[in-house]
């Protein structure tokens, strides 16, 4: 036994492979078997990472390392299944450490930055709002976007600390805008743990005293599987939150939890509609049109997100959606460019008539 649910078997002087897959569907037939304690049937579900080695090749606590890294994988894939080591998977892991050793150093040095990106209301045609998106200016890298190190952050715990810097620096440029007289609104996106973290609230709090704090205009972006849980807990964060005088959003909506019994309990002021359902319009079409009934109903503001064509752009203004973000508008841009690029939306709505926010070009 290696700790509480983690154990350890060794095989000895297997002849053949085929043998070998004999001996763990014996284990797994073993392991799967219901027990019945109290009146009660339970059941085990086990994942299980493999290494085979030779003792003349390999020692003891490399092969070992090899089977943790098999179990790593096995849990990454969803548990409840068994993984075989191989290079590739070891060399996978290494990318992924040194990312963490990287990463570690990056949140000391601060090499985050944010990109903005424009959010545009469908009536007006206006830039109502940008997202903060983190990037890691890498010293030899370059730019790396948050998709290689999110999970990562998220998995170690760094994400309470990097969460924290976006945190901070979206709301002091909020209150910067705010400070020069810019209303527009400010979305940041905030990662499970750190909505679990008890330090958010105070953190909030800090901002939402400051002379400066621009009331109603940031938003946090949390996403369905953070409502999972405890409601009452969650529903007394968001009340707080709300009083403070911030929004919340739901980002990546329709991907996460499909127990929907949250919409009605939870004040939310936004539903971003997941990227992928803009992308196989108009297919997607009836979803898309009950989010926005959805939305109607309990007085949420609908987002499409990652709208790229302009015909998901008519779609969606044909269908009433109230705002979007994407490509097609604008990718997400460093501050030295977003006065130009916001400018330009503006302008553009100005001189033609709905739908056609970007037809300009
Ligand atoms: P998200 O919050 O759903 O952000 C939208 C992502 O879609 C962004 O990717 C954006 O660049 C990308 N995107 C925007 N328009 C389009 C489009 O038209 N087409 C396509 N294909 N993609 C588009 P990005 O910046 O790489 O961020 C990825 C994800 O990383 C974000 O998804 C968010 O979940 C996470 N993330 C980014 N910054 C932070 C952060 O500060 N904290 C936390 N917790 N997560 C963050
Ligand atoms: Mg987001
Ligand atoms: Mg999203």
């Known amino acids: 036994r290696l700790g509480g649910d983690e154990f350890l078997i060794v095989f000895e002087d297997i002849p053949s492979d085929a043998r070998f897959s004999f001996e763990i569907d014996n284990l797994l037939d073993a392991i799967s078997k219901p027990i019945t304690h109290d009146a009660t049937r339970l059941s085990v579900t086990v994942s299980m990472g493999v290494a085979t080695f030779l003792p003349r090749v390999l020692d003891f606590t490399a092969a070992m390392r090899q089977a943790d890294i098999a179990l790593y994988a096995a849990k990454q894939a969803g548990r409840n299944r068994v993984t075989f080591f191989s290079e590739a998977m070891g ?136 409502l999972i849980g405890d409601h009452e807990q969650i529903e007394l964060k968001l009340e707080a939150i709300a009083r403070m005088g911030y929004s919340v959003s739901i980002d990546d909506f329709g991907t996460g939890y499909s127990n929907l019994s949250y919409i009605s309990r939870f004040s939310l002021n936004c539903l971003k509609v997941d990227q992928s359902f803009i992308a196989q319009l108009p297919k997607s079409g009836p979803i898309i049109d009950l989010i926005l009934t959805l939305g109607k109903q309990i007085g949420a503001t609908i987002v499409a997100e990652g709208v790229e064509t302009q015909h998901q752009l008519d779609w969606l203004y044909d269908h009433g959606c109230d705002q979007v973000q994407g490509y097609f508008l604008s990718p997400p841009v460093h501050i030295d460019r977003l006065g130009a690029v916001i400018e330009n939306l503006n302008a553009m709505r100005s001189k033609a008539s709905a739908p056609s926010i970007a037809t300009g070009t």
């Open 91 to 226: 060399a996978r892991f290494e990318a992924r450490d040194r990312i963490e050793i990287e990463l570690k150093q990056a949140i000391e040095k601060e090499q985050f930055f944010l990109h903005f990106q424009p959010r545009v209301n469908m009536k007006s045609g206006q830039v109502v709002s940008v997202e903060a998106l983190v990037r890691w200016q890498h010293p030899t890298r370059g730019l790396v976007m948050p998709n290689e190190f999110i999970s990562i952050c998220e998995e170690t715990g760094m994400i309470e600390e990097l969460g924290q810097m976006v945190l901070e620096k979206g709301c002091w440029q909020a209150m910067a805008w705010h400070r020069s007289g810019n209303d527009i609104g400010l979305s940041i996106n905030l990662s499970p743990r750190q909505f679990d973290d008890d330090r958010l609230l105070k953190s909030l709090s800090k901002f939402a005293q400051h002379r400066d704090f621009p009331y109603g205009k940031i938003e946090l972006e949390i996403t369905e599987n953070v």
